[in-house]
Nanobody, 119 residues
Framework: QVQLVESGGGLVQAGESLRLSCVAS????????MAWYRQAPGKQRELVAT???????NYADSMKGRCTISRDNAKSTVWLQMNRLKPEDTAVYYC?????????????WGQGTQVTVSS
């Protein structure tokens, strides 16, 4: 099992920045990719950014150019630096980790951290 704990959310004004953190604990050796998703009220959860254990990143078009995902494998931590935030970025942001425990695919979620961007 892996536990994910996010932090760093809050209320900011449009144009400001936030840095989200997610610390993994437990069987972290099973983790390959880590990611950030978000879910706005009344909408489906959507991918924001992913990063593999080797550092390959991928970004959703909605946040491309405005955010950077990074990780420290030794600390089992992933960050999401978000800049030039917009009101439409308001959502609960979830940390995700996935990989394999032997031949079993494993997928874990954090409890989420609220990001609110005021206009």
């Amino acid at each position: 099992q892996v536990q994910l704990v996010e932090s760093g959310g809050g209320l900011v004004q449009a144009g400001e920045s936030l840095r989200l953190s997610c610390v993994a604990s437990g069987s972290t050796f099973t983790i390959n990719a880590m990611a950030w998703y978000r879910q706005a009220p009344g909408k489906q959860r959507e991918l924001v950014a992913t990063i593999t254990s080797g550092g390959t990143t991928n970004y959703a078009d909605s946040m491309k150019g405005r955010c950077t995902i990074s990780r420290d494998n030794a600390k089992s931590t992933v960050w999401l630096q978000m800049n030039r935030l917009k009101p439409e970025d308001t959502a609960v942001y979830y940390c995700n980790a996935n990989g394999y425990a032997g031949s079993w695919y494993v997928n874990y979620w954090g409890q989420g951290t609220q990001v609110t961007v005021s206009s």
